[in-house]
């Protein structure tokens, strides 16, 4: 069976960026529909019942979620998450860079639905080409009725706004987010209040994921029936899988949700070269590392939680038998520490620790000591922090020695079968 | 006050009732269980950052931080589970990583959270064998604040004041994550004027204070509760004295006052009790020279001559200015000595006050608490300068603003409060009557509609001639738009500590009589014979130098009776050496009309003598001698909270008060030594039940953290930490009785003052800021700075650039009255055709170039 993408539709149609060739593949038709024929509780309503996830990484329902902002509400707003800083994770940049116009649709159908006035998507600092995509994309939309104060003739304004962020991992957080357009350093905020009643500008306001957004044009257009009939009832649509690392044909690959992690890898024409699979990292920097016995695990949120690890954003990080896994943690180790907002105790300084640790038993200097510091410096950090990114930085280590003990303990003894250690200490 | 069903929540078993809304942290507070906290603070924005609060919620699978989570009805949180236990070690051993735990050299250690919490709550020992973070030590963000980077815990309260009360923003952290540093911003040195508060704030010892950066250990310290004396808000200080100086200003909490905050002039300005040159014995004059003398000689002398001169020329001859320093109990002694015993009517606390009598009189003071302050919904600042005139009051009218208050501010020249309004009228110099009468004609409708308005405007009236007719317009324009009521909401805020106690024991003219300024002039011009000047010092202050030399000049008889060597001093007859206030037992009443206690921390220097020792002898001089209960019942009311207040013996019914005509001190029969134990080694009056105690009521032993801890169960942290809603102490309410306002109509209004001729000149406004030059700053070079934006004159580019200066430039500036040389400041705010310098500017006599007849003249400014 090939499945037919949906998101992934115009990519490689020639000048797929354009508002002519979106228009002439059916864009926009949900949105004129929708402002012409449909109640906004009508948009919301199909959105719920699709059971649209959030595919950001926490896959709450994203109808439910719009449900959460108070009707009354003179003022609110929506923030489009396109920071997409994490390691292995690209799908949003392909939407951006080849489909504007379906976030674009999508924005404008939520903003319908919710009634808001003014969406902002903020969009990674260095991301320079999919800012100006976007910049050139809204400009059109404008041109043709589609953005502005009256959208296709209907009493229904919005306007949406491209904000650039200036490049850091934590403005993916929703709240630093909101933080980093109001012109402050980006840290988490404490909730409640959520961003539903208190959000940008301390005005309600729905936070959603490019992706998330991208699939509602298609859920309003063709019905959530259609939508829910793609992968499982408990997380269905379609899902744009990152893989990156030791596969053949790396880049994002458009599956239901739920595809097996096997199908994805081979999707990617398998592990490159002769080389047999060494563990593989599901959802991006933030989850545990899966052994090769357990890739026939289905890619959703429910099903990866299930085993202890989790989806995120759809990154996957396919890596060989030739990779040490002490290497793969230093390394993600070093990044957390790098983004670490420094809001939080425990992660701020958690987060070095856990480095310093990781860097001493890659280098095989570690004592016996070392491994239960990494685990308890690392359930420190996880649950007590602010905002996810302590979590994500406590479970790559404690999955790992979980999983791959026998790395570990080679390590400890000054060797390494992936590869040869130096300077043992 | 509506119904509000209070909510149950139980912590460790302890279960209390709250309003809702209220944190788990602060509940825990009342149910007696102290929850350990760094970046939680009461009067800031939720952090949630440090993460040392976290407690166990039933129901709630991971730990909750109590300074997040409101507390819901039923909750049922621990705070005593091996798991809390467990997350505050981890907290704990994560800040110790990278702290330098450099506590024997640092200042906070012995009153440091992180150290005390790290004792009570903290790992035996650290795992952690990687290396430090450095960072430079000892980083200067201001001449008064010091940084060390390595000691920062980043709980960001300093940033969150900075932002948030004080609403100076140049604070901020950069970079990010483990290697984030504090910085001002651009690097440029902090400006604010509340940066003490930082320190205060600050969880360890990451920010100090320069004045008292490695003087003093805190277990050395005694300490007094005391009033601070720099303006007219009263706040709650509390003076620290190592070895009998005053090393150390801290805020006391007092919710209806400071909350808990100072001003960098409260906070800072303490060097001029124990650092800076002070009079130390009474000087007489003796040809050319002042050379000292026995306090009995001296005194017999002054109420000699007084009494010649009185005799001679009547003794309306003799003037007295000053008071608005002392006590109240001094204020009722001096009106009593002047008044009664002298019998002149030229008395008045104010120095440079034109008249008495009219709305100024009327308008004095704040007549509304600075808890109603807070719950305006429309300010109207009328010449005033909120943020150099009345800080800590400034951050109250501030918190108003924050909540949803509009600010109008009508103003000749920029203030800071312009930040904070949502309307500036820029009126000419001395154009605010005439602005005043627009505002009352076309009103807009938000001042129109504003339910709780509070108009106000500031001391310089005072000084001004124009300023009964601002006064005026002022209360007509309130009174037009807000209706017969309005005046209960108008003040005219005065500067000095005691101004309204001051005017409540009657320094203020009597029938017949001149106002403060009109004593000096009157004296230029010969009808006065004698001056007594009380705390004041005229040749520095009064707008006019050449005035006062003519007048100091003229007169047969001076008498300077100060803390400080002054001006004015140099030129006495007879200089009486004073006590300052932290010396002083007694009250003093803020411009709400609160009557606050001072408690003595310690000795005056040498031989120098409280006001009322030197007064209450000079009246024995006089012959006043009189039962002490009658003395006492033409005292102000004492409060009624007196009897609350540190109790000590007082004198009783029918104590007789006996003044040794030729003692040295004042002494009182019958009453009781404050403090058994103490000695007493000068005794004090004691109004109507006031204790008395020198020195020894006020010095408790600071709690010895160390020594009570194994006795202390964690609940009681409470009082054991710095860490709390009330850093270091709580003041006594003092007791309230806000001015009065009987008028309910307008008043005739005064013909406009004539315009201010312009001959191409720059048209020189002057007022005093906070910071300059003055007997209460003497001593405080970090404070004073360089001489930099504050010893400046303030130009406005298009004047900097048609006459070639540059900021920065050392400039002259000549009125017709005489010159002086200043450095230029060039603000684009500053409109054209227009210069400020403040009256106090560091190294500048700005009144050289006043006079009484031309408070605002024209001045030409150069290169110099």
């Known amino acids: 069976m090939t499945y037919e993408p949906v998101l992934l539709r115009r990519v490689g149609l020639e000048r797929a960026q354009d508002i002519d060739v979106y228009e002439r593949s059916g864009g926009y038709a949900a949105l004129r529909r929708a402002v012409t024929d449909l109640t906004a509780e009508a948009v919301m309503a199909e959105v719920i019942a699709s059971n649209l996830r959030g595919r950001g990484g926490a896959g709450f329902p994203t109808g439910r979620k719009w449900s959460f902002i108070p009707k009354d509400a003179p003022q609110k707003y929506l923030a489009v998450n396109a920071d997409e800083s994490e390691p292995g994770t690209f799908n949003n940049r392909v939407l951006i860079d080849a489909d504007p116009h379906l976030l674009i649709e999508g924005i404008l159908l939520c903003c319908y639905a919710v009634g808001i006035a003014h969406a902002y998507i903020y969009i990674r600092g260095e991301n320079v080409p999919g800012a100006r995509a976007l910049e050139r994309a809204v400009a059109q939309a404008r041109a043709r009725g589609y953005v502005g104060p009256r959208i296709l003739g209907r009493d229904f304004a919005c306007e949406i706004h491209v904000f650039r962020g200036a490049g850091a991992y934590i403005c993916g957080e929703e709240t630093a987010l909101l933080e980093s357009i109001e012109g402050r350093r980006p840290q988490p905020r404490s909730r409640p209040p959520f961003p539903a009643v208190v959000g940008l500008f301390g005005k309600p306001t729905v936070i959603n994921n490019v992706e998330t957004l991208a699939c509602v044009p298609d859920i309003v257009d063709r019905g959530a029936a259609w939508f829910k009939g793609i992968g499982p009832e408990a997380a269905p649509g379609p899902k744009l899988y990152c893989l990156s690392g030791h596969v053949a044909a790396p880049g994002v690959y458009e599956r239901p949700m739920g595809t097996s992690l096997r199908e994805l890898i081979d999707a990617a024409g398998g592990v490159a070269g002769e080389r047999a699979l060494g563990f593989v990292i599901p959802g991006a920097a933030a989850s545990t590392a899966l052994r090769p016995d357990e890739i026939d695990v289905a890619m959703d949120f429910d099903s990866l939680r299930k085993i202890g690890t989790e989806l995120g954003a759809g990154g996957i990080m396919v890596m060989d038998e030739t990779v040490c896994i002490v290497d793969a943690l230093e390394r993600l180790a070093r990044f957390f520490r790098h983004e670490s907002c420094g809001k939080c105790v425990p992660c701020r300084e958690g987060t070095v620790w856990q480095h310093e640790i990781l860097k001493r038993i890659q280098a095989g200097r570690a004592g016996a000591t070392d491994l239960p510091l990494l685990r308890t410096v690392s359930e420190q950090i996880g649950g007590k922090t602010l905002c996810a990114l302590g979590d994500f930085a406590a479970s790559p280590p404690l999955g790992a020695m979980r999983k791959f003990p026998e790395e570990f303990d080679q390590h400890l003894r000054g060797s390494c079968s992936k590869r040869q250690v130096d300077a043992v200490a | ?864």
């Open chain 2, 1 to 864: 006050m509506p119904d509000v069903k209070l909510l149950s929540v139980t912590i460790d078993d302890v279960t209390v009732e709250v309003a809702p809304g209220t944190l788990l942290i602060e509940a825990a507070g009342k149910a007696g269980v102290h929850i350990p906290r760094f970046c939680y603070h009461p009067k800031l924005s939720l952090a949630g950052a440090c993460r040392i609060c976290a407690v166990s919620v039933e129901k709630v699978p991971k730990l909750q931080t109590a300074c997040t989570t409101p507390v819901a009805d039923g909750m049922v949180a621990r705070t005593n589970t091996p798991e809390v236990a467990s997350a505050r070690r981890s907290v704990l051993e994560f800040l110790l990583v990278n702290h330098p735990l450099d506590c024997p050299v640092c200042d906070a250690a012995g009153e440091c959270p992180l150290q005390d919490y790290s004792h009570l709550y903290g790992p035996d020992a650290s795992r952690s064998s990687i290396e430090k973070r450095r960072a430079p030590k000892a980083q200067r963000l201001s001449p008064l604040v010091v940084l060390d980077m390595e000691r920062c815990i980043l709980c960001y309260r300093c940033t969150r004041f900075m932002d948030e009360i004080a609403g100076d923003a140049e604070l901020a952290f950069y970079d990010r994550g483990s290697t984030s540093v504090l910085g001002a911003f651009d690097g440029a040195p902090l400006a604010s004027k509340f940066q003490g508060n930082i320190i205060e704030l600050c969880p360890c010892g990451a920010l100090t204070s320069e004045p008292y950066r490695f003087r003093a250990r805190p277990q050395d310290l005694a300490y007094g509760d005391s009033i601070c004396g720099h303006c007219a808000v009263g706040c709650a200080v509390r003076y620290e004295a190592r070895h009998g100086d005053v090393v150390r200003v801290k805020p006391r909490q007092h919710e209806d006052v400071n909350e808990v905050w100072l001003c960098d002039k409260g906070y800072f300005g303490f060097e001029y009790v124990s650092q800076a040159p002070r009079l130390d014995r009474p000087l007489v004059r003796k040809g050319d020279e002042l050379v000292p003398a026995r306090w009995t000689d001296v005194l017999d002398h002054v109420v000699g001559r007084l009494r010649e001169i009185a005799t001679r020329y009547g003794p309306e001859s003799i003037g007295v200015i000053g008071g608005a320093r002392l006590t109240n109990e001094e204020c009722a002694v001096l009106a009593r000595v002047f008044k009664d015993g002298v019998r002149t009517p030229n008395v008045d606390h104010r120095s440079a006050a034109r008249g008495s009598g009219g709305a100024l009189d009327d308008l004095a003071g704040l007549p509304l608490s600075f808890s109603e302050v807070e719950r305006s919904d429309v300010i109207v600042i009328v010449a005033f300068d909120p943020t150099e005139e009345l800080p800590v009051l400034w951050l109250r009218l501030r918190k108003a603003i924050r909540a949803g208050a509009r600010c109008l501010v009508l103003s000749s020249r920029p203030i800071e409060a312009e930040r904070d309004a949502i309307a500036v009228v820029r009126t000419d110099p001395g154009g605010e009557a005439e602005a005043l009468g627009w505002l009352e004609s076309d009103a807009p409708d938000w001042l129109r509609a504003a339910e709780r308005p509070l108009y106000l405007a500031g001391a310089t009236l005072e000084s001004r001639p124009d300023g009964e007719a601002v006064a005026r317009a002022l209360a007509n324009a309130a009174l037009a738009i807000h209706g017969p009521d309005a005046l209960r909401r108008v003040g005219v805020l005065g500067r000095a500590p005691n101004a309204m106690g001051a005017r409540a024991a009657g320094l203020t003219p009597g029938e017949s009589g001149v106002a403060g300024g009109q004593i000096i002039a009157s004296a230029a011009e010969g009808r006065l014979k004698a001056l007594y000047l009380i705390g004041v010092d005229p040749l520095r202050t009064f707008p006019d130098r050449q005035m006062v030399e003519l007048a100091l000049r003229k007169v047969d008889f001076v008498v300077v009776q100060d803390i400080a060597p002054s001006a004015t001093a140099g030129k006495a007859d007879v200089v009486l050496a004073a006590a300052a206030l932290p010396e002083k037992d007694g009250t003093i009443t803020n411009v709400e009309g609160r009557t606050q206690r001072l408690l003595p921390v310690v000795q005056p220097p040498g031989d120098a003598r409280t006001d009322l020792a030197i007064l209450v002898d000079i009246a024995a001089r006089l012959d006043l001698r009189e039962p002490a209960s009658e003395f006492l019942a033409r005292l102000p009311r004492v409060p009624a909270s007196a009897a609350a207040l540190p109790a000590a013996g007082a004198p009783g019914p029918g104590t007789t008060m006996t003044i040794a005509p030729s003692g040295v001190y004042g002494v009182y029969a019958g009453a009781t030594p404050a403090s058994k134990g103490v000695t007493t080694q000068k005794p004090f009056f004691a109004p109507g039940g006031w204790p008395l105690g020198m020195p020894g009521s006020a010095r408790v032993s600071p709690i010895r953290l160390g020594a009570s801890l194994a006795a202390v169960p964690l609940s009681a942290g409470e009082e054991l930490l710095r860490t709390s809603d009330q850093p270091h102490g709580t003041a006594d309410p003092g007791v309230l009785e806000p001015p009065r306002r009987a008028r309910r109509g307008p008043y005739p209004p005064v013909r406009p003052a004539a315009p201010i001729a312009r001959d191409g000149g720059l048209v020189l406004m002057t007022a005093p800021l906070l910071i300059g030059d003055g007997a209460m700053l003497a001593g405080s070079t970090r404070l004073l700075g360089d001489g930099g934006a504050r010893g400046a004159i303030e130009i406005s580019p298009t004047d900097a650039k048609s006459r070639g200066i540059a900021d920065g430039d050392t400039v002259s500036v000549r009125s017709r009255h005489g010159a002086v040389t200043a450095q230029a400041r060039v603000r684009s705010a500053m409109p054209a055709g227009r210069a400020f310098l403040a009256e106090n500017a560091p190294g500048v006599r700005t009144s050289v170039l006043l006079a009484w007849s031309d408070p605002f003249p024209s001045v030409e400014v150069r290169r110099a």
